[in-house]
């Protein structure tokens, strides 16, 4: 009697194990489809951002482009003078930062040039004073890489009590390995987005004293049309890629100042972005130097990098949209089409929430 009940019962057991088998590898089956099919996507979507950045680009960010674009420009625009107003240029030293400095200078302006490095800042100051005849030309040596750094720098200047009419956050750099800094952040990060971040939000309160003639100018990069905003920071999830996370703190620098310019909504104080074009700066040079030799001759010089950062300077601003992205002196689109980089939603918010809580700030965003 108990064989029958048993041979039954081992039965029915190898035909249930059998079925959650087969359900389970139909489950797994179907996982790695999903994933195979999502990877697949990403990977097409990614080879599309760079092909048509990549067309975009060599259309219109090189020489020729700056040289077919010039063609529009209206020589008044650059020619207005501004004696007495305060100027602060991150990175100011070499590239698009001493072209803007000595582009500033030359109109007027009391420039003050925030250099990492003292020495190299004292002999750029030294050629711009000397080029333009102005001595209002100053240096504050802050490494923006640095919270500490920019904090001590903020607390100098304000003693100073003078306002602020136009900030450019120009420095950045494209560091192609993970290097973390003394006070434990990535490094591309901590100078593209959360020195800019910090520097920004110090300096606001002088700026506000400027109103309502203020503006921010943060110098981007055509880069970030290859990126989303993505919440990851530091770059955790993935191996490391520099130039991938340049474009990642590129793409956040844009949107940063769309929050800002959604805070300021009186006109009291300006914000702009702005991509200079590919330009031939020590810093590419360093940092890509594939593409710098295989674009050379095609590359755009310092000045014409610093073009647009000085005529977003110099416009009244009821010529220009605050939170706006600038391009050889035009509002341009801040997403290539079918690219898929303006799906991020509220990302923005939670990046504000973490730069807020990195930078040990009350932030007005």
């Keep these: 009697m108990a064989q029958p009940f048993l041979n039954s019962a081992l039965a029915n057991l190898t035909s249930t194990s059998a079925f959650v088998f087969t359900g389970k590898f139909k489950q797994l089956f179907t996982f790695k489809i999903r994933i195979s099919i999502r990877s697949l996507a990403m990977f097409l979507i990614k080879t599309w951002r760079s092909i048509a950045f990549g067309l975009y680009g060599y259309t219109n960010f090189t020489k020729s482009g700056f040289l077919e674009h010039a063609k529009k420009f209206k020589p008044e625009d650059m020619q207005a003078q501004i004696e007495g107003k305060n100027c602060i240029i991150t990175g100011a030293n070499s590239g698009i930062g001493y072209a803007t400095a000595e582009g500033l200078a030359s ?39 640095s919270i500490s750094d920019i904090k001590s720098f903020a607390s100098r200047f304000s003693s100073k009590d003078v306002p602020v009419h ?26 593209n987005v959360l020195g800019t971040y910090t520097t920004t939000e110090l300096m606001l309160p002088l700026m506000e004293k400027a109103a309502p003639d203020a503006r921010v100018i943060t110098v981007s990069s055509g880069g970030m049309y290859t990126a989303p905003l993505t919440e990851d920071l530091q770059f955790n999830s993935n191996k490391f890629n520099g130039v991938e996370q340049y474009a990642r703190n590129k793409r956040i620098q844009v949107a940063l100042t769309e929050k800002w310019a959604g805070m300021y909504k009186d006109g009291s104080i300006g914000f702009y972005s702005m991509h200079p074009g590919w330009a031939e700066t020590p810093g590419v040079a360093k940092s890509m130097p594939g593409f710098s030799n295989a674009l050379s001759g095609k590359l755009r010089t310092n000045e014409e990098g610093a073009d647009t950062v000085i005529w977003l300077a110099l416009q009244p601003k009821e010529k220009l949209t605050s939170g706006g992205f600038y391009f050889d002196r035009a509002e341009a689109p801040k997403h290539l089409p ?16 973490s730069l807020r809580t990195l930078s040990g700030l009350q932030s007005s965003v």
């Design 107 to 145: 109109r007027g302006a009391t420039v003050y040039m925030v250099c990492r490095n003292k020495e190299r800042g004292e002999a750029a100051l030294s050629r711009i004073q000397t080029v333009t005849g102005n001595k209002n030309v100053h240096l504050e040596v802050c490494d923006i890489s």
């Design 166 to 191: 136009i900030l450019v956050n120009n420095a950045g750099l494209i560091e192609n390995k993970r290097i973390i800094t003394s006070e434990g952040f990535e490094m591309n990060f901590a100078v």
């Design 338 to 353: 079918f690219t898929a980089t303006g799906v991020s939603g509220n990302a923005i918010d939670s990046i504000v929430r």
